[in-house]
């Protein structure tokens, strides 16, 4: 078995929420070449859907997801150009639809959640662990480096220290140092995680939907890297110029609702 996504829409009985399941029996989760497909095409599916509101990542059986489906690597990676294109193509592909996404993204980490793991839940918005859950890269054991674009990837949201630790000494963070260093957002107790994924998922749900769209596509500008030396004086300028109608949703039900709603001491319904 290769693996796969397993997806719950309208989860917990709350429309517009999708849970998604990173499945891979006995490899803890380990992405197969087929998995990254699958995640590709699933968050381009819910990029697509507007009532999708919350997509909530976990992986099956314990564990968020180990890293790569290694029982596939001798077939590809001693070839460069294939390699290349599994890296490129295929993974970036998959990282690439879930940064693109504009609905809100919690990623629920239980277990290990290495090299691959760490990719994905970098591109979660928010990020939910279980105190035994255990970070890490350990790649150099295997003889090889993180991709580019991964490595940046890495390194921009978990921070150029833990990432050089991850990387060159091959260390596994626990879930508290995690928190410390900001890649986390809460950390809970192992048996408190679901419930924990679940609250958070419906309140999203319940939220305006656009606003939510609107402030990833804000907040993808704002990461998007710009000179140090110029940031203060050209980032407002770069965003501000070149979002697209920023201010179109003025005129929009959901925030005349959300207005309305505030006014009338009342709670809005989105």
Known sequence: MA????????????????ALTLTHTGKFNAMSRSMWAELKAVFEA???DPGVRCVLLRGDQGHFCAGGDIAEYPGFRFDAAQLEHFHEREVWGGLQAMLDCDVPIIALIEGNCMGAGMEIASCCDLRLAADTARFGAPIARLGFPMAPREAALVGRV??????????????????????????LTRVCMAAELGSAGHELAVRIAGLAPQAARLNKQTL??????????????????????????????????????????FLDKRKPVF
């Open 158 to 183: 978990a921070g150029a220290t833990v990432a050089r630790a991850m990387l060159l000494a091959a260390e596994v963070f626990d879930a508290p140092a995690m928190l410390v260093h900001g890649f």
């Open 220 to 261: 993808r500008r704002l990461n998007e890297p710009v000179a140090p030396a110029e940031y203060a004086h050209i980032a407002p300028d770069l965003i501000a110029s070149e979002l697209r109608d920023p201010y179109a949703y003025a005129d929009s039900s959901e925030h005349r609702e959300g207005i309305t709603a």
């Open 46 to 48: 819910v990029q697509a």
């Open 3 to 18: 693996g796969g996504i397993a997806i719950e829409r309208d989860a917990y009985g709350t429309p517009g929420v999708w």
